[in-house]
């Protein structure tokens, strides 16, 4: 029998959820399920990690995020294949377009091969940057104000801190707009609230409306520089070919000067390489361009 025959794949337990997201450091965000684990119970031996979430990709099409990744003994026998037919399966059980992965360029050269051999194909990518903290804000302060001078910013738009009162519209948007089930989303910023990085995150309202969330945690837990993690405003909300988006700009304003006020010095986001907009931001504040995501991608055939 081998090994990938005496696998199985199941939800991870007790000190195996540690153990998975060691091996996937990656596992930030709300929109996240709980681990599984690929592991053989007799003798006890842990193979790989996988983590998955339901997202909609740029296009409008719903489709399943994966990482997994077999821990460095085990490669090579089986086990991405055992663990990729099994993310196929839940993607059809759950009538999704197919699977998504999203590959940062260090993992590029060793798993693309690997991928693309089973019909993955690049769909996009992101650009990450680092830049400074102050000078960012600075810049996105700059072009609201014009915006308010010229009265583009409704009177009833606030941006406030994420409370309880506030879990079920914002998990409810966060899974409409970038993915995970409501009740999963839920779960982690409730979590979030009772960790100490509860003051990093941010809800735009509109009339009393949710119509906007920005969710920022310290790199690595400490405090120093400040990563977005999560941004999405309500589609009626979102930039126009004017570039005009007030509701992307003030949720910044008003969630970044927090993050000033805690003490981070800079600023790490992402943003996909068409963003014309953001891509003048990061270049205004001087960001250095550190990363590139691929977005691969592949149906359910």
């Known amino acids: 029998m081998t090994l990938a025959q005496a696998a199985q794949i199941r939800p991870a337990l007790g000190g195996e959820k540690r153990a998975c997201r060691m091996l996937l450091p990656e596992l930030v965000g709300a929109a996240w399920e709980e681990p599984w684990v690929v592991a053989i119970d007799a003798p006890y031996q842990f193979l790989a990690a996988v983590a998955w979430m339901p997202v909609r990709y740029s296009d409008g099409r719903p489709m399943v995020q994966l990482i997994f990744r077999v821990a460095p003994p085990f490669r090579g026998q089986g086990l991405g294949d055992l663990i990729l037919d099994h993310l196929l399966n839940l993607a059809r059980q759950r009538q999704m377009g197919g699977l ?17 051999a089973r019909g993955f194909t690049a769909l996009s990518e992101e650009l990450v940057f680092d830049a400074p903290l102050a000078l960012f804000h600075g810049q996105v302060k700059r072009l609201l104000g014009w915006l308010r001078a010229r009265n583009c910013v409704p009177d009833g738009a606030q941006v406030v801190p994420l409370d309880q009162g506030l879990l079920d519209p ?8 970038i993915g995970g089930e409501p009740w999963a989303v839920r ?34 837990g400490k405090m120093g520089t400040a990563v977005i993690s999560a941004k999405a405003v309500a589609p009626a909300l979102q930039a126009s070919q004017s570039g005009l988006a007030w509701a992307d700009l003030l949720l910044m304003a008003e969630g970044l000067a927090v993050a000033c006020h805690l003490g981070h010095q800079r600023l790490r986001f992402s943003c996909l390489e068409g963003n014309r907009h953001t891509l003048g931001l990061a270049r205004r504040a001087q960001g250095e361009e550190i990363d590139r995501i691929v977005v691969l991608g592949r149906g359910l055939a």
């Open 187 to 220: 779960r982690r910023l409730e979590a979030q609230l009772l960790g100490p990085f509860a003051d990093h995150q941010f809800v735009l309202k509109v009339d009393g409306m949710v119509q906007g969330l920005l969710l920022c945690q310290p790199l690595e």
């Open 100 to 116: 998504l992965h999203y590959l940062k360029g260090q993992d590029s050269a060793e798993i693309r091969p690997w991928l693309e």
């Open 170 to 177: 914002v998990s409810l948007l966060h899974a409409q707009l």
